[in-house]
Structures are given as structure tokens and as C-alpha cells.
């Protein structure tokens, strides 16, 4: 059995492990002790503060397989990015130029540089191990986090994404960053991953266009990556997809990878999700159920059969009830697994 709890200092050689299997790309996770344990301490801080309003918090959770106690997995919540420094993205859109003079009327795609998500919450930082990427392990990793959100709604903002990996090769090579290092950055699309990772930021501001750039005027290849996600970050997005998040336009200036958003209302683990009260004991119910305790600092979530019973109790074995830290009459969020 996967628990899904918040993560604590022991779990630091686990986090590093998860950067380095992670690649290229993969910008929340830095190979870097320091803000790795930064990292871990700040999420600590979030997990134990008094919240009324989404704030510079920052939470960060860990799959731990019940048997061994290895930790297999990581993912996070952003309560709120871009308060203490700016959080940049492209916005795809139309424009059209015409005469009717002359009779032309062209039709084309332009990238403006901007700060769409200041103040929205982000999802970042999901990873399993390769090896565990196997039956529901990623689902109930990435919808832990709403049933997170969905217990404690004043500490996240209306508006949930994600920033989704868009495609590099094997070497960390990405067409739509080759383009902007050949005109803007002279640097290594790797290296200003990392740059950004640990964040050092300034550099994009600096060496960015921040007049739009017209997309026919980039090379073809990086043309044909924008808006589309790295190999490894397609099934991510289809868990997204089918809570209802959906792309509106923004992409990575990096990568160009998709952003995707939701009203945090709108998405289905949230808006299905019901509270019941523990009872525990042996039942026939194979229907699985993606279930979290209530609690915020002692948050654990799991996936497992529960039976729901006449007087909307959820009927729980021992083993599942005690990986939640819950007790007969305890209240538990759940919802089916699909």
C-alpha cells in the first residue's frame, strides 16, 4: 500500500533520489542539497503555520510504500506563486493584419511575454519512481493533492495549474529553448533550467523579448514543439485532463510545454469528494476509494477498498485505518476511484 503524507527532513536522501531520476526539465526538482533541504523545511513551516489566505506556503508530500517504508514518489502544492518573485510564461494567441486595399488578410500566432498565474496555486514536483509506475500509484499521488485542497480550501487560491514539461531529448536539448538561446540567452537550455530551479530568475528578465514574438518567425522545430509535453509527462497530463483541467493558451518560456488550469471548485476529486465517518472492521466492498484523513500536518492519504454503508459510514479494514492515523468516528474525505 502507497501513503501519501508530508514530507520531513529524514526524507532527503528519498527527494534527491526523485531529482536525479526526474531529467531534464524537470524545474521544481534541482539537483541541489541546498534547496532541496530548503525545500523541505519551508513545506514543514507551511504544513504547521495559521492560514487565512494563500500565501508564499509551499507543500510538499512523499509516496512511502507501507511495507518497506521507501519512499517511491513526490509531488507538491504552491499556495500561491509569483508574490516574492515573478513567475513568467507565454501566451499563445491570434492576431490578424489585413488591407482591404490591397485585399490581404494574414492570420497569425504570436508569443507575449507575461505573469498570467501571479497569485494562483501551482501543482508541481509529481514523480514516482519508474518502477512504480504501475496501477493507480500515480493517480492517487496526483489526486492526494485534491483531496488536500478540497479539506483546506482558505490555504489555496481559485485557480489551480500546472506547468507540464514540454519536449527535450535525452540530453536536455529543447527546440523552442535552442531558438531563444541562438537569438536572446546564449546559455544551455539545461543550465537555465537549473538557473530557474533554484531560483535565479533575473536572468529572464534581462535577456527575454518582451515585445511578442511572431511564431512563423521561429525555426520549424521549435514551432512544432509549443503547447506539446515531454514523453514521460503524457500520462500527468491525461490525470489532469480528465479532472478538468484544460490548456488556455499559456505555455513555458522554456520549453513551451502546456500550462493547464482549473477553477479549484470545478475539479472532479473536488467536487465529488464527500466527508464520511470511520468505522472499522472486515468487508466484501472492492470498490476502491481514494481516501485522507482531515488533518493538515498529519495529512495521510490512500488508496483502498471501503464500503460505504446505510448510515454513510465508511467501513474500513484496521491496516487502512491505521496507515490514515484514524479511529472509529474520526471523519475521513473519500472519493471513488474511477
Request: with cysteine.
Amino acid at each position: 500500500m502507497l501513503i501519501i503524507r508530508p514530507i520531513t527532513h529524514a526524507d532527503y536522501p528519498a527527494l534527491m533520489l526523485c531529482a536525479e531520476a526526474s531529467g531534464h526539465g524537470f524545474t521544481s526538482l534541482p539537483i541541489n542539497e541546498t534547496i532541496l533541504r530548503n525545500r523541505i523545511t519551508h513545506s514543514q513551516a507551511s504544513f504547521n503555520a495559521t492560514v487565512t489566505t494563500p500565501g508564499l506556503e509551499s507543500y510538499l508530500l512523499v509516496a512511502v510504500d507501507s511495507d518497506s517504508g521507501q519512499v517511491v514518489g513526490t509531488t507538491a502544492i504552491e499556495a500561491a506563486v509569483g508574490l516574492d518573485a515573478p513567475f513568467y510564461n507565454y501566451h499563445l494567441s491570434t492576431v490578424t493584419h489585413a488591407s482591404r486595399r490591397l485585399g490581404v488578410h494574414n492570420t497569425v500566432k504570436v508569443l507575449t511575454f507575461g505573469s498570467q498565474y501571479t497569485g494562483e496555486t501551482e501543482l508541481c514536483s509529481l514523480f514516482l519512481l519508474p518502477e512504480w509506475r504501475q496501477g493507480i500509484n500515480g493517480r492517487l499521488l496526483s489526486k492526494s493533492r485534491f483531496l488536500l485542497m478540497a479539506q483546506h480550501r482558505q490555504r489555496f487560491a481559485e485557480i489551480a495549474f500546472a506547468e507540464m514539461r514540454g519536449v527535450s531529448d535525452e540530453q536536455g536539448n529543447s527546440p523552442f529553448w535552442q531558438w531563444l538561446k541562438e537569438h536572446f540567452f546564449s546559455i544551455d537550455f539545461t543550465y537555465a533550467d537549473y538557473l530557474t530551479g533554484i531560483g535565479v530568475k533575473g536572468f529572464i528578465a534581462d535577456l527575454m523579448p518582451k515585445l511578442p514574438i511572431y511564431v512563423n518567425l521561429l525555426s520549424k522545430e521549435a514551432q512544432a514543439v509549443i503547447g506539446q509535453v515531454h514523453v514521460d509527462t503524457r500520462p500527468a497530463l491525461q490525470l489532469l485532463e480528465q479532472e478538468g483541467f484544460s490548456c488556455r493558451g499559456y505555455v513555458d518560456i522554456f520549453d513551451a510545454g502546456p500550462s493547464v488550469e482549473c477553477d479549484v471548485r470545478n475539479i472532479e476529486t473536488v467536487r465529488h469528494s464527500q466527508l464520511c465517518r470511520v468505522d472499522i472492521g472486515e468487508h466484501s466492498s472492492q470498490h476502491c476509494y481514494l481516501v485522507s484523513n482531515c488533518e493538515l500536518a498529519g495529512f495521510r492519504a490512500v488508496a483502498a477498498p471501503v464500503a460505504i454503508n446505510a448510515l454513510g459510514q465508511a467501513m474500513m479494514t484496521a491496516d487502512v485505518a491505521a496507515a490514515l492515523n484514524v479511529n472509529i468516528g474520526d471523519e475521513v474525505r473519500l472519493v471513488a476511484q474511477s
